[in-house]
């Protein structure tokens, strides 16, 4: 029998989410709530903002929904991601908001 969750529930995932706070596997492991079921939810909004005023789909762009990052046993552990010919180098406690903002710029404005 499929698992009803309260709106409740899935709005606070999302907003969770959706706000840079937390990642999805974590936020979903915190709820009780599959992955697969939680990025479904997360999904839902964004498709919906995507939909401009007449009804009619924007066209899709592919980005990563979420990424599960894993503890690291050294102190300096570190994250490089390449856009093109240009390599950044992350290390633990980084700024996700501002690797966004970086990587989209670096992609030309393209989310």
Known sequence: MRRRYKQELKDELVRAVMNHREPLARAA??????VSTASRWVRRPQAEAERTR?????????????????PA??????????????EVEVRT????????E????????QP
């Open 29 to 34: 492991i915190r709820l009780d709530v599959p």
């Open 54 to 70: 007449d009804g009619v789909r924007a066209p899709a762009t592919r980005r990563p929904m979420f990424i599960e990052l894993m």
């Open 73 to 86: 046993s050294a102190r300096d552990a570190r994250l490089v991601v390449r856009v093109g010919v240009a």
């Open 93 to 100: 406690g980084f700024d996700a908001a501002l690797l966004r």
């Open 102 to 109: 970086v990587v989209e710029a670096l992609r030309g404005g």
